[in-house]
Every structure is written in structure tokens, then in C-alpha cells.
DNA sequence: TTTGACAAACCAACCAGTCAGTTATATTAA
DNA sequence: TTAATATAACTGACTGGTTGGTTTGTCAAA
């Protein structure tokens, strides 16, 4: 035991568990108002500790932010790594990437919206580490089609529309997962869905597209 | 004429451009930062007047941002509108959606990134109005659909999953054209697309999903 | 001479980041 | 075991700079 803390109450000093505190509530700030409308004031409030805290366990705003980004896409990389083993075949490889991304949205609430804004802003704050990563997941879209197509399992299609296919509306659904969730009571129920629908809707179009003829 | 102005210099005094130029450079601001990192100085500074003018020809920065929202929401309107004359059927509906809102975010190139934030956001800044028109947008989707169907010209099919299989693609595409754009010289040439490929493939994918059989 | 279009200067509020301490806990010494 | 010491974890209060919004006054045109 290394720790001696008073009985039955909650450990008044936990550097690990503090930075953890800040991080999620850090992630929580930036998805709901970005990275220009969140405050690190909030952050730490949200935290319950004092805002100087955020600059003894990380470097800046930005630097949160950063790590923020650089956890979320290294997530994505680990599961879809450890989804598709070598020899996978092409469609396993469309279909495990939907599934990876979609797993990740839903564990990480606020994965969605800071990767759309992110989007929208241009990467501006994304740097070179996440980027990579980034770039070796899209490039593992475009190394699926190229290798369906010369199989001939899949129609030639411009991977990049793919991954637009793929990501932006995945991203869309569990960023506007609050948004329907306050709309409950009013939203028609077939308009209702599960993450497997979403899963199994994004797999089937996708592949559609790609083995699918002309209509 | 009404405007008599200095031979060979431009009229110093011209409220309605003067409002327009403001209009524009928010715009871009609002697209490339987001409302809470848009600063009104650099607006004004964009627009090459005083920061007062803001103030003189839009109530504030959140009332010229409502009115960025509510022209782009209602330039889509009115363009699909013009599109689908009655009688249309489900196919031409959906083709002319995908059009209507490629056309104009080309058209607007300020308009996806926008949009694509204010998801991200929950539509914090959207108002009644505006959300009307987005929801009577929507709407045509969901009605689309729903005479493809019962007509048996269509697949059943989640309405809201369609939306996003064609909103989301066009909204990343249109918003990653600058980033795409930095990026040129690096990028594949294959990976180069113009608006009509696009076009035609969310069409293409989108109908081959309301027709198409499970794969 | 009146008025609409504009700018300089100003203000109060806010906000990221800092700093001088304080306290809880681990370590060491006796 | 305990007292003394060291230090990691933490806070309140502050600052310099920024920002949305306002006020007051100027100037061109009718």
C-alpha cells in the first residue's frame, strides 16, 4: 500500500486521476464550442480543480488540444490494426474500417464533433504526429480499393470519394448524436437508429458503390 | 445616376456595398475560424472599413452571423425549388438535391465549413427561421423516399441515413477544397476531382442504394 | 443645412497564462 | 514510532493583452 488516505473519504490527491479529469473535461469543452470558444476557465471548473492545474499537467490550451487529437486518431489506428489481419480481404478491410471508426465515435463522445470542426478549419490545429496517422488510415482505404479493383472484385471509383463516403457520414451521425437526442421527443421513431444500423448502412452503401454497376 | 462620384477613383460613400463587402468578409471569417475565433476587427480590417460599420449596418456579430445562415440555408431552398417542378419523380428529387447543394456551396464557397461547424455545434446559432428552412429541406428527402418506396421504385430505406449519405459527403468535399487546394502539388492527381464528378457520384451512390439489392 | 455614411478613440469584460504561496503525502532520521 | 524534511499536487490572486460593443465627432452629398 503506498498510500495511506483517510478512511471513507475519496483520495484528496491523485496526480494521474486529476489529469484525467482535465482531459475529459478538456475533450468535452472543445467538442461542444471549439477550440477558440472553449475556456480553460470551464475546463478546470469542470474538473473541479483550479485552472492553474491545466498548465501544471500539460503544456498550453493548445497543448491539450493537441493530445486530445493525437489520442483520438491513435485509437482508430490501434483498432483498425487490430481488425484486419494480413491476407483480409478487400471488402473485410472497407467494412473494418466503417466499424473502427464507428466503435471509436461511440466510446469517445467527442471524437465526432472536434474531427468535423477540424475538418472545417483545415487541420489548423493538427500537427505532423496525428497527421501521419491520419494519412496511414486514409491511405489503407485507397490501398483496399486499388487492390479490389485489380482483382476485379470492385469497379474502379475515386478513393477519395470513398472515404468521403465513409467517414463523413459516420462523422455526421454521432456528432449529431446530442443534437437528435434532444429532438427525441419530437423526431419521428423510424427516424431512430442504433450504432449496428449505422454500421450496417455505411458497409452496405459503401460496397455497393464500389462493386455495384451504373443505374 | 443618382451617385455622382470623383472621376476615376471608386464612390467613397456607397452603403449598400459597403454592407456587402462586410457580408463577404464575415463570411469567409465565420468559415475559416468559427463564431467564437472570428473577430470583428479583422472583419472590418478585411472589409476595409472601421469596426463601428459593423455595428452601423448589422445589429452584432451574432446577428450578421444568423444572416450568413439564413441566406445560405435559403439560396439552397430556393434553388431546389426551381429544380423539382411537380410531378418530378423520386429519382429526379434526389438527383436535384445533390445538385442543389453542391451548386451553391460551389457557388458559396464559405457555406459548407459553416455548416459542417454549426453540426458540429448542435445549430447553437441556427434560428427559428433558419431551422425551418433546413428541416423543409430535409423534409423532400424524407418524401422522396417515401414515394420511391410506395411505389416500388425504391428499397425501403432510414430517410435520416440517406440525408446524411448525401449532405455529409458533399459538405466534407466542398469544405476540404482549400485544404485540398494547399495541398495540390503533393496530392495524387488521381485523387483531383471538380464538382461534376462529385455530383455525379453521390447521385450515383445514393440512388444505387435506394435501388440497389443487399450485396 | 441636414443627414446618412463613416472613423478614432474609448471602455468594460473577459481570458490565457503566471506566480507566490499552501497543503497533503512520501521519505528520511532519530 | 514519530518528528523533521522534502517535494509533488494544488490554489487564490493577479496581469497584460484582447475583444465585442459604444460614443462622439467628422465629412461628403443632397
Redesign the pocket.
Known amino acids: 500500500m503506498?498510500?495511506?488516505?483517510?478512511s471513507g473519504s475519496a483520495?484528496?490527491?491523485?496526480?494521474a486521476a486529476?489529469r484525467e479529469r482535465l482531459f475529459a473535461a478538456a475533450a468535452a469543452e472543445f467538442a461542444a464550442r471549439g477550440f477558440a470558444g472553449?475556456?480553460?476557465?470551464r475546463i478546470a471548473h469542470a474538473a473541479r480543480?483550479?485552472?492553474?492545474?491545466l498548465?501544471?499537467h500539460f503544456k498550453?490550451?493548445?497543448g491539450v488540444y493537441a493530445e486530445i487529437l493525437h489520442d483520438m486518431f491513435q485509437a482508430v489506428a490501434t483498432r483498425l490494426a487490430g481488425s484486419t489481419p494480413p491476407g483480409s480481404s478487400p471488402e473485410d478491410r472497407i467494412r473494418a474500417m466503417v466499424e473502427a471508426i464507428a466503435r471509436e465515435a461511440e466510446a469517445r463522445p467527442h471524437f465526432p464533433a472536434i474531427w468535423l470542426r477540424e475538418i472545417a478549419e483545415g487541420g489548423t490545429h493538427v500537427d505532423k504526429g496525428s497527421m501521419a496517422i491520419v494519412a496511414g488510415i486514409l491511405h489503407q482505404v485507397v490501398a483496399a480499393v486499388k487492390e479490389g479493383v485489380s482483382s476485379k472484385r470492385f469497379v474502379p471509383a475515386n478513393p477519395l470519394l470513398v472515404q468521403f463516403g465513409i467517414v463523413a457520414p459516420l462523422l455526421m451521425f454521432f456528432a449529431t448524436a446530442p443534437l437528435r437526442r434532444r429532438a427525441a421527443g419530437r423526431l419521428d421513431t423510424a427516424l431512430q437508429l442504433t450504432t449496428e444500423q449505422v454500421i450496417a448502412h455505411v458497409q452496405r452503401v459503401t460496397l455497393l458503390t464500389l462493386q455495384g454497376k451504373h443505374p
Do not use: F, L, Q
Not at 483520495?11 to 496526480?15: D, P, Y
Not at 472553449?38 to 476557465?41: E, L, P, R, T, W
Open positions: 503506498t498510500a495511506r488516505r483517510r483520495a484528496r490527491r491523485n496526480a486529476t472553449a475556456k480553460v476557465d480543480v483550479n485552472k492553474a492545474m498548465y501544471y498550453s490550451k493548445a
